[in-house]
Each structure stands twice: as structure tokens, then as C-alpha cells.
């Protein structure tokens, strides 16, 4: 897997300085809750990173295509995402004092002078992934009455929301238990 990974040059390190770097990621996927998003394709990440005399802020954005199920009705879901990158890091024998704010949202820049973007592209995507996933806004989900898809269903569907309408255990009716 290729880790997005920049290397900060020397002229960075003096205040105002900035720069731009792009890349791909391979994210083969990405877990959040019950909910595990795929990605067929690299995403696309493009950062500005710029000394803010003391840190160095690195701001953008990651794009890329994900699939993951719908929770009504189990077919795939897929979502164009893109994410806004954002994350500090302190420069290493800066002078600037910072507040105890800025400290805590920084992390310290790294000896070799590089960035693993990784976890900040992770976290953009996050933000973006819909709580509930549905492959359609209009999805109507499983039928109550055979399980398949409510499009596709061919049983009696007034017989089924009828009954879905009366009690919302009504489906439970036709259970048989073992007498012990």
C-alpha cells in the first residue's frame, strides 16, 4: 500500500512559506461502526502546507469513490466523498511559543522531517460517511412478508402492510415453537 507520505524541504521552515503536494492513496477500506465502506480506486489528496511560525498548518482536500450496503435493503451504496484535510504540526526548535490550545492540536513534526497523511485523510473521509447508508433516498427496504427486496416482492403486499400497519409484531404470527 502506498502511504501518503510528503518530506517537508528546507524552505518551509521559514515563516509565511508554503507549498502544495498531491498524490493517491490505496485504501482498500474503511470501518466506521457497524458500516465497512470500500474503495475500488485510489483516492485523490491534495495538501497546501504552510509555516505558521511555530507550526506548520496542512489544509485540503481527499476525494474518492466508496460502496458499502444499504441498511434497508442490502443492495450496494455507493457515495462520492470528499473530505477536507486539516492538521498541525510543531516545528522542532521554533522559538514561537504557542498557546496550550495549539499545543494540543499539534503533533510534533517528525526528526526526518515528514508527514504521514494517512490518518488526516482517514479522518476527512469520516466526517463524510453518512450515518445511515441507503442506495437510494426513496428505498423501501425488505418486504415484511418474503424478505425480498420491496421492489422486486411478490407476494400480497395489501395483505402485508395491512397487517404491517396493525401491529408491528403482526409478522411474528405465523411463528411455531417447540412444546417442551
Not at 507549498?19 to 470500500?38: I, M, R, V, W
Request: glycine share 6%; proline share 6%; aromatic share 8%.
Amino acid at each position: 500500500m502506498n502511504k501518503p507520505i510528503i518530506t517537508i524541504p528546507d524552505e518551509l521552515f521559514a515563516p509565511a512559506e508554503s507549498l502544495s503536494f498531491s498524490g493517491t492513496f490505496l485504501l482498500p477500506e474503511l470501518t466506521l461502526g457497524a458500516d465497512t465502506y470500500t474503495f475500488e480506486h485510489p483516492l485523490n489528496w491534495n495538501v497546501l502546507v504552510s509555516n505558521t511560525g511555530g507550526s506548520l498548518l496542512v489544509t485540503g482536500i481527499v476525494s474518492g469513490d466508496a460502496v458499502t450496503t444499504c441498511v434497508r435493503c442490502l443492495d450496494p451504496a455507493e457515495y462520492r466523498l470528499e473530505g477536507e484535510v486539516e492538521g498541525y504540526f510543531t516545528i522542532p526548535g521554533s522559538d514561537v511559543e504557542l498557546t496550550e490550545e495549539e499545543q494540543e492540536e499539534c503533533e510534533p513534526l517528525n526528526e526526518d522531517h515528514t508527514i504521514d497523511l494517512t490518518s488526516l485523510l482517514v479522518a476527512a473521509l469520516s466526517l463524510e460517511l453518512p450515518q445511515t447508508p441507503l442506495c437510494d433516498d426513496d428505498c423501501k427496504g425488505l418486504c415484511s412478508g418474503c424478505g425480498a427486496n420491496y421492489e422486486e416482492c411478490t407476494c400480497d403486499k395489501s395483505e402485508v402492510e395491512e397487517d404491517f400497519h396493525e401491529n408491528p409484531f403482526a409478522v411474528l404470527k405465523n411463528l411455531k415453537f417447540d412444546d417442551e
